[in-house]
């Protein structure tokens, strides 16, 4: 006897059923549908509790799936140790070493290394485009597409859902007892998938540090784990209405749904899912962004509370066997929120000096300039990026931003009053200016620019407060080389790191000794945005010997506009050629190079062409792309 049939025989009675009885043609019609009720246990009993669930093969595939996701982190973890290992190498041999003795490190690399990085780790999907929006119209953004690598990595997580979901004896006779292997098995998978999906959704994700891989990189996983675990929940809602509906009709199988609070959860978590699933598509995302992250956690939170009550009120003693698993997403969500709490009133408030105050002052371009002053030392690392939001201007958003200047003010002893107090317990004790330039767009930075305007003064204060810093994990200290490229209000990010590498270029430890910064801007007012933190970078002590200043002007009003005040910072009209530029620094190398780029897709796809171009110079050259895909 097959398998199936005895779990169908072990359902019924031993004693012979009026089914397989011969009729008797007097028999009243009643009692032939009374009679007919038995035959039904081949049926009914699959739509409920773990019945003809392979409980067994569940657990192995959801081990199959814990490994292949922790396999493809601890790769990517070994990987990162290992360069982090190597950088720091690097960092201290060449240090105290001139530019022209860092020849070793400007070829040091296995001999395969740059074909890799040129075909896979800096490759887009397709072609050239990666991180330049494709859009259908002005109005409807379809999103970005993944490089090459990142394919990989989603394909493997994909593939392997889909075979541990439908690895199951498709040779069964009876079609509802597949039907409950396919509805346990999509159920635990969509509960197994829930925990990385929360992780890599949190911005206090200790994989960030850990793995040294960008929030950006989370987010793009944590939309399509999004969509498989939708995918697995319909498909595990479908498999038992196919067999509630089969064993009770369309009316029985409502019946339940309302009066069964185990049932009714689970389809109420499903709905809720579905509905967070179309407004994430791409188009309803971007046209409406801050709408949908509010309705993203009030679902999000529903999901969460849905999926429990589903877990423990199952007809099985102690709840279905997802429930911790459940309870732990359920933690760890709240834990990544309390922590969000916590640094943004430890960094806002102090007793002594009161909550954070910001100065916005509205520049041409329709930009904003912000510094936030805030009430305690902050440690902000180049490169970071915190959220911010304004008293009176929707305070229950916040946006990221990258940080463009830190000014830290130490808190002076009695006794070294009148003198330079810059040791350590003194800024510990002391505060942190954190400025920001921020485009006017739509919403949020659009009210805050026109709040700006419509005070007629050159800068207002408004209450305020920020959450972060956030990344901060790409070092350029041990290149020997730098060239940021920067798009319009991108100057910001690749600001953050020319103060610290001319102050470590001074105090001799870095090893780094050339930096180019080649900014590309609409016009000459785009000047004005970063103008004191500029003019404080030129007067700083041999400024000449590491740095020089790129300027292209795409629109410049007056041609007599474009003027370069000395053969270190150089302004022209147009775009850059950026192959031509970009091999130009290859042949002057020093060292490792690092070439960064932060501003609109089209540049940063354009520069990340032209560093997998010249990887045929067989030189060390990395590269770092900052953005923020939403």
Not at 143 to 164: D, E, K, Q, W
């Amino acid at each position: 006897m097959s398998l199936i049939r005895r779990r169908i025989a072990a359902l019924a009675p031993l004693t012979p059923t009026t089914i397989l009885a011969v009729r008797d043609p007097e028999v009243p019609t009643g009692v032939e549908e009374q009679d007919v009720a038995p035959a039904i246990s081949t049926i009914a009993p699959f739509s409920t509790s773990l019945n003809g669930v392979d409980q067994t093969g569940n657990m192995l595939f959801k081990d199959m799936l814990w490994w292949t996701l922790g396999i493809m982190a601890l790769i990517i973890l070994s990987i990162r140790i290992f360069e982090i290992g190597w950088s720091k190498l690097r960092h201290v041999s060449a240090m105290s070493t001139p530019a022209e003795k860092q020849s070793y490190w400007r070829r040091a690399q296995w001999s395969w290394m740059p074909s890799l990085k040129k075909n896979l780790i800096y490759a887009p999907f397709w072609k050239k485009r990666h991180n330049r929006e494709i859009k259908l119209s002005s109005a409807v953004n379809v999103g970005t597409l993944p490089s090459r690598l990142h394919s990989i990595i989603l394909g493997i997580y994909l593939i392997s859902n889909f075979i541990y979901m439908f690895f199951e004896d498709w040779s069964q006779e009876n079609k509802y007892a597949l039907a409950a292997e396919i509805r346990g098995r999509s159920g635990t998978l969509a509960a197994v998938n829930m925990v990385p999906l929360v992780i890599l959704a949190g911005r206090n994700n200790p994989l960030i540090s850990m793995l040294k891989v960008s929030f950006d990189t989370y987010n793009l996983l944590h939309r399509w784990m999004g969509r498989m675990v939708v995918l697995e929940a319909v498909i595990h809602t479908i498999a038992w209405a196919y067999v509630a509906v089969a064993a009770d009709g369309f009316d029985g199988m409502n019946f339940r749904l309302v009066h069964d609070s185990f049932l009714a959860s689970g389809m109420a978590g499903t709905i809720a899912l579905v509905i967070l699933l179309f407004l994430s598509f791409s188009p309803i995302r971007h046209a409406f962004y801050e709408t949908f992250l509010t309705f993203h956690i009030i679902l999000a939170f529903i999901i969460f509370a849905m999926t429990w009550v589903h877990c423990a009120t199952a007809h099985i003693p102690g709840g279905l066997p997802q429930l911790p698993w459940i309870i732990a997403i359920f933690l760890i969500w709240v834990a990544d929120r309390l922590a969000r709490m916590f640094r943004l009133a430890y960094y806002n408030w102090s007793k002594k000096r009161g909550f954070t105050e910001a100065v916005v002052e509205p520049l041409e371009g329709d930009v904003s300039r912000v510094t936030m002053h805030l009430p305690r030392y902050v440690d902000v690392k180049p490169g970071s990026h915190a959220y911010i939001r304004f008293q009176g201007i929707n305070p229950w958003e916040n946006h990221p931003f990258s940080i463009a200047w830190v000014e830290h003010h130490p808190e002076a002893d009695k006794t070294t009053a009148g003198e330079k107090a810059e040791n350590e317990s003194q800024l510990g004790r002391g505060t942190t200016s954190v400025s920001f330039v921020i485009g006017a767009h739509t919403g949020f930075t659009r009210q805050l620019f026109n709040k700006a305007v419509k005070e007629g003064s050159p800068t207002i204060r408004i209450r305020a407060a920020m959450e972060g810093p956030y990344a901060g994990h790409h070092s350029l200290d041990s290149y020997g080389h730098a060239v940021l490229f920067a798009g319009s209000t991108g100057i910001t990010h690749q600001l953050s790191y020319i103060k610290p590498l001319i102050q470590g270029y001074n105090e001799g430890v870095i090893a780094t000794r050339r930096v180019t910064l080649v900014w590309i801007m609409r016009d000459t007012d785009s000047l004005e945005w970063i103008r004191p933190w500029m003019d404080e970078i030129l007067r700083m002590p041999k400024r000449r010997e590491i740095l020089n200043i790129r300027l292209f002007v795409t629109r410049p009003k007056n041609t007599r506009e474009i003027v370069s005040a000395s053969n270190t910072v150089q302004m022209f009209p147009g775009r850059p050629n950026i192959p031509c530029l970009l091999r130009k620094e290859v042949e002057e190398q020093i060292g490792a190079m690092c070439v960064t780029v932060c501003g609109p897709g089209a540049l940063a796809d354009d520069v990340r062409q032209a560093v997998r171009d010249i990887q045929e110079e067989n030189t060390v050259v990395d590269f770092v792309e900052e953005s923020f895909t939403w």
